[in-house]
């Protein structure tokens, strides 16, 4: 599946409290369930075990049809070209590695290639019913070779390979084809647990378990099931965001919501037979962890730290998620394939505290970042900047719209931070959107009024081409100084309606990635608001109905914000984001708003990104960094793996070496960074961040080693911002900047509950 999926969307564009952001990237991650969850066994040799479309389905396939024309930003016409595409979309969520249909099946399914769309006007889904059950017949041939290879041996020592990007492969011609293919395969599990020291009875019982647990899973899926992955593949012709619930889909939403704050604080998906996570919720423990991070795969599960790992490959998402929750400060110890090592391994096992994920974690925290200067002279001075941490437009809706006086917003806590920060007399400030997937547009807009003096923020144009420009009304900045914002692929929606503002305005230079490029707005609409009968549920419909755009008239859809400094970053940034989904809506413009501009930035801009290419080629964090990048990008690009154990174990010990040199190298260079709180008591011993004493134990030390590793992204965002300050100042040069390079961070969290009390707005 596409790396695109990771980022989930927003479903409520306006006065939107934090925890819908939240669950909309859970209805993100349920959609995808039977989407590319299942790859099991089931039986279709008997008349009685086929599945078949009911009258239900029937109604919601003409209430989707009706809402769609209605109400959906761009509707698509059903004709012949949405039928091939539906024809498309439904085989691959079916079979995206092609390993279970022949060649001749699909030539069979073909004589409805060009008819879905005469089936979907009649609300009839039974060409998906017919093919789906044919997928069950080939998965159980599939399952019951598999069981017959791992009755036997493999030899390691053959030099071979097996193709894991299938995506461009050629359906089977013959069973002896795909046989060969799933011998490779079965191999290939056989190696990784074998590569992890396993017992051979032990992998034998493992894979025997896992197989035995897909043909188990598919025989659970229903006819609801089935229509919800057809008609999603209607939904996803016409638009990614828009999608469809199935009633269990729906029920199991207000669970998955509890998940979200009582658990690891992970949103989790499925890719092909694996479980995936698509993003971290911020404050969670997943979050505070760190080694936790989007896009990697989930392959087994264990409760406590000598508990049993139950592999999971091929389980339904609901039902992994089931083991990952658990008792608050219970432990869950989760095997994993990272992302950036790919398909071939090696495994990394993770062990994580369950918890409750607290507002206080979510909320803006910030820390003050010394940057060296120095003078004519010689003499170091320091340059101070403020970094204000945003992982989510947050506001606490109910109190805000009972009109309590001290409801908790993202704006009033940033304010907060801005006052505290100046009393530390910070030069600049850094806000930091990174993996901000958005929240608010009512705190997007009152945010942006923080570094505004007053006008708009941004335009919202619905499906009858209605415009609303949202502004800030409020006279006054609470911070008038150099700005920069950084941003990354999974900054969206909200992120990027404030990078955006700051951009067209000339407040602010945006530094880092292209944004994600969501620029459109969805809305929850329950099929069953006017149907009395409890007992035939329809389920509920997200659909896309209006899009944001720039004051400047441009949209952040597709293109999303792109820095005026880039960083590097791995991947080609059209394969990530709203501009690599298949039929997302294109980026366009309308007029643009009645505002006023500032060119000031965009004059020391040149001199600024100069500085920062001189630093990206003699910073050792830097080259660490591309060193990265290139390994990453290797293991995405590659379309097989060896099945030699003895290349295996040799890529295997050699990034285990890169990694130890690489911790070696930074403990000294970390040798001299010193973190220093901002009021440390008097008699306070030199502690670390938790406030245990420098002399804990090494295994304590070791772990604020870890967590103390430079973030390169977030020191070259204060160097820009140091730079800009330099080239600010009367009679300075840029002859002290490149000493930048060597210069060391010092921070504390600020959080807003120890900030100074709220000013009046405005």
């Known amino acids: 599946m596409k790396q695109q999926r990771r980022l989930a969307d927003n479903i409520r564009w306006a006065r939107t409290p934090a925890r819908w952001v939240l669950t909309s990237s859970l209805i993100a991650g349920l959609l995808l369930i039977t989407s590319y969850g299942y790859s099991g066994v089931g039986s279709s040799e008997q008349d009685e075990s086929l599945l078949h479309p009911s009258k239900v389905h029937g109604r919601v396939s003409a209430l989707t049809r009706r809402h769609l024309g209605r109400y959906h930003y761009q509707p698509r016409a059903i004709d012949d070209e949405l039928s091939r595409q539906m024809f498309s979309d439904y085989l691959e969520n079916l079979d995206p590695s092609k390993a279970y249909f022949l060649a001749s099946d699909i030539e069979y399914f ?41 009755q036997g041996e493999f030899s390691f020592d053959v030099d071979e390979s097996l193709v894991i990007d299938r995506e461009d492969a050629h359906w089977s011609v013959n069973e002896q084809e795909l046989n060969d293919y799933w011998r490779k395969r079965i191999k290939n599990d056989w190696l990784r647990l074998r590569l992890a020291d396993k017992e051979p009875e032990d992998i034998r019982t493992t894979l025997t378990t896992r197989y035995e647990e897909l043909q188990r899973r598919i025989d659970e899926l229903d006819g609801n099931d089935i229509f919800q992955l057809y008609l999603n593949s209607y939904l996803s012709a016409v638009e990614p965001h828009t999608s469809y619930l199935s009633p269990r889909s729906s029920d199991n939403f207000e669970i998955a919501m509890s998940l979200s704050f009582e658990g690891i604080g992970a949103l989790l998906g499925t890719e092909g037979e694996y479980t995936i996570i698509r993003s971290i919720v911020p404050g969670g423990p997943a979050e505070m962890d760190k ?123 940033v304010r907060k931070l801005i006052n505290r920060l100046k009393q530390e007399g910070i030069t600049g400030l850094v806000i930091d959107l990174r993996n901000n997937g958005g929240g608010s547009l009512l705190e997007a807009t009152t945010m942006s009024g923080l570094f505004i003096d007053q006008g708009p923020v941004v335009q919202v144009r619905d499906s009858q081409k209605r415009v609303d420009v949202q502004e800030d009304n409020i006279p006054g900045m609470a911070w008038d100084g150099p700005l920069v914002v950084l941003v990354n692929r999974y900054s969206a929606s909200a992120s990027e309606i404030f990078a955006a503002a700051m951009q067209d305005y000339g407040r602010a230079l945006i530094v880092g990635e292209p944004t994600f490029g969501k620029g459109t707005v969805q809305n929850l609409l329950d099929l069953d608001a006017r149907n009395p009968d409890r007992e035939q549920r329809h389920g509920q419909l997200k659909l896309t109905m209006a899009q944001f755009f720039r004051i400047d008239g441009g949209s952040t859809q597709n293109r999303g914000v792109i820095p005026d400094i880039r960083l590097p970053s791995a991947g080609d940034p059209q394969d990530f984001g709203e501009s690599s989904l298949d039929n997302a809506l294109p980026w366009t413009r309308i007029e643009p708003a009645d505002y006023q501009a500032s060119n000031h930035l965009q004059q020391l801009l040149a001199r600024a990104l100069s500085n920062a290419e001189q630093r990206m080629h003699s910073d050792q964090e830097f080259k660490y ?99 800009i300050i330099l080239l600010q100042r009367e009679n300075r040069t840029l002859v002290a900047v490149p000493q930048l390079e060597t210069s060391h961070t010092t921070a504390d969290i600020i959080r807003p509950e120890q900030a100074l009390s709220e000013r009046p707005e405005g």
């Not at 010990?653 to 973190?675: F, I």
């Open 110 to 150: 073909r004589r409805n290639e060009l008819q879905l769309d005469d089936f979907l006007r009649r609300d009839d889904a039974s060409p998906a019913f017919d093919i789906f059950n044919v997928y069950r017949q080939r998965v159980k041939q599939r399952m019951a070779h598999v069981q017959e290879l791992l």
């Open 291 to 413: 080694r936790l991070q989007p896009g990697d795969r989930i392959v087994g599960v264990g409760q406590g730290p000598d508990g049993e790992i139950v592999d999971v490959v091929g389980w339904r998402v609901d039902d992994v998620v089931d083991l990952i929750r658990g008792e608050k400060d219970s432990v869950v110890v989760l095997d994993t394939l990272p992302e950036d090592s790919g398909l071939q391994g090696p495994t990394e096992m993770i062990d994580l505290v369950r918890n409750e994920i607290q507002l206080e974690e979510q909320a803006a925290r910030a820390e003050v970042i010394d940057v060296p200067d120095f003078d004519a002279a010689g003499n170091e001075r320091k340059i101070r900047i403020g970094m204000i941490d945003l992982p989510t437009f947050y506001i606490d809706f109910d109190a805000y719209a009972s009109n309590k006086p001290n409801y908790r917003s993202s704006t009033r806590d």
């Open 625 to 723: 960094l591309f060193d990265d990048i290139a390994e990453y990008e290797r293991n995405i690009e590659r379309k097989s793996v060896s099945l030699l154990e003895t290349s295996r174990r040799e890529e295997m010990d050699a990034a285990e070496q890169r990694r130890l040199e690489r911790r070696e190298m930074r403990d000294r260079l970390l040798s001299s960074v010193v973190r220093t709180p901002l009021n440390p008591p008097e008699e306070a011993l030199v502690t670390n961040d938790d406030g245990a004493d420098a002399d804990d134990d090494d295994e304590q030390a070791d772990t604020d080693q870890a967590d103390d590793q430079p973030d390169v992204y977030l020191e070259e965002s204060a160097r820009v911002l140091a730079d």
